[in-house]
Structures are given as C-alpha cells and as structure tokens.
C-alpha cells in the first residue's frame, strides 16, 4: 500500500498540458471509485464489528459503538466525519445502488454522492430509490450535473411535486 502511495507521490508529471489534463482527470477518477471502496468497506467493518459484539453478549442497542471512530482514525478525519462517512456508507448500500456504482466506477465523488443522500433523506425508501434510478441511473447524465442540480432532486421524485413560485 505504502509503494502505491509513494509511486502517485513520486511520478512525474507529463510534458504536455493535454497530458497532464488527461491525468488530472484519471487521479480524480481514481479518488473517486477509492472513496466508494472506502464506504463499501466502512459497512463490511461496522457489520463485522456489530457481529463479533453480539457473538461476545453485547446488548444490541451498544453494538456498533466506536465503529464510527475506528474509521475515522483510518480516514484521518474526526470522529463526526466518521460517522457522516459510515452513514453515506449505509445509505448507498441499501438505498443507492445507482449513486454506489457511479462511485465505485469513479464516475462521481463523494461530496456529489453525499448531495444526493442528503437530499432524499427525508424521502420513504422507494422514493429515494427511484430518485436515485433517475438521478444516478444514467451515469453520463449525471455527470453533467452541477452540485445545485444534484440538490434538488425533488424536480424528478415521482411521488412529491415541487411547490409553485409565489
């Protein structure tokens, strides 16, 4: 892991600026779908976790303490980005496989992944989903959307409509 990190730190940066662009926009795929292996396997962490404290007797409402942090420490992040991070996590696994895949692939970011969860939070599960088909389902839609589009997924919710001005 310390080679990859020390490869990336050490390469040198191509002679031409359409190069250079061209690598920029790898790198940032590549933060990309390594944030969405990040909250893939900040699930797999908080369920394994939740499963060894239940294996030890842990009364269920207490499982899962600390998970939170522990990834936090493995992010370099405080303990309520942990937490955020987890959530996104959760959210993407069970209610978002379309924002999840566009991660995974590198297709969008995190923060652009964060919008979208955040945005349909207060939406009933099917809801969320199908703003997520829509939103998410086309990657190459999605990527043309700015951050203020992807905040106001109300205008392609199925089941809500949008107030009117005035």
Known sequence: MERWVA???????????????????????????????????????????RARAAERGVPESRQGQGVAHEIALARCESPHRGQQHLGLGKVLATEMPHTRAALRAGRV?????????RETACLSRADRREVDRRVAGDVGALE????????MPYAVTPTRSTPSPG
């Open 7 to 49: 490869a990336v730190a050490t390469a040198p940066g191509p002679a031409q600026d359409g190069a250079r662009l061209d690598l920029i926009t790898a790198l940032e795929h590549l933060k990309n779908a390594a944030a969405g292996l990040q909250a893939a396997l900040s699930v797999e962490v908080d369920a394994s976790m």
């Open 144 to 151: 043309l959307l700015g951050d203020r589009e992807l905040g």
């Open 109 to 117: 970011s995190e923060w652009r992944a964060t919008i979208l969860a």
